[in-house]
């Protein structure tokens, strides 16, 4: 099983800064396999970004996917108000797993 | 639009059967550009996911629910159900259905529905 790690657990930042999310990977994955989701309070996850770094449909451009191997990377350049939620990846190279999730909380 | 909704009990005894059904409205089920899947949330384990189905009826398991899972489709109800076995309070979670893109043989989940608490106690 590949076992997915996100760091950090929580990140407090405030409505204009940047975001920095990892995930690391226990073993290397090709970055076609590699998503990200959002999930707000009371909400399903939602699909950010599927092959590490293309935008699911109706993202906005400043959440970007990068990484690469075992280290991958969401960032949210510019904080909205309503990007504070709990982000998590999951990995489909093989049986699929997740991350533990990063809550990015209002500072 | 396209839509998910879990449906089932929100509490079950340990050592029974948990049935959750998943109706689709927006498409058909037969629509062989998807998958099927079920996945869960719990504070234990976090995110899980539990199993795969194909409209053909192929289905791929999370082998560390250690053959307790089924998976089934019904195409004419346009829904798909899971079917876990010997519960315990470990599998006390919030239950979700899911759309996958049928691209790769494990894909991303998208979308989800709104899940399902279930909680195993006596």
């Known amino acids: 099983e590949i076992v997915l790690t996100q760091s950090p657990d929580t990140l407090s930042l405030s409505p204009g800064e940047r975001a920095t999310l990892s995930c690391r990977a226990s073993?290397?994955?090709?970055?076609?396999?590699l998503a990200w989701y959002q999930q707000r309070p009371g909400q399903a996850p939602r699909l950010l970004m599927y092959g590490a770094s293309t935008r699911a449909t109706g993202i906005p451009d400043r959440f970007c996917g990068s990484g690469s191997g075992t280290d991958f990377t969401l960032t949210i350049t510019r904080l909205e108000p309503e990007d504070f939620a709990v982000f998590y990846c999951q990995q489909y190279a093989s049986s699929p797993t997740f991350g533990q999730g990063t809550k990015v909380e209002i500072k | 639009q396209f839509q998910l909704q879990e449906s089932g009990p929100g509490l079950v005894k340990p050592s029974e059967t948990l049935s959750l059904t998943c109706l689709v409205s927006g498409d058909a089920l037969t629509n062989t550009s998807y998958y099927w899947s079920w996945i869960r949330h719990s504070p234990g384990k976090g995110l899980q996911w539990i199993g795969n189905?194909?409209?053909?009826?192929?289905?791929y398991y999370n082998p560390s629910l250690n053959g307790r899972i089924s998976l089934s489709i019904d195409a004419s109800r346009n829904q798909f159900s899971l079917t876990l076995t010997s519960l315990t309070a470990t599998d006390t979670a919030v239950y979700y259905c899911a759309r996958a893109l049928n691209r790769y043989v494990f894909n991303w989940f998208d979308p989800w529905g709104l899940g399902t608490l279930v909680t195993v106690s006596s």
């Open positions: 073993h290397v994955i090709d970055s076609t396999y």
């Open positions: 189905i194909y409209y053909s009826g192929t289905t």
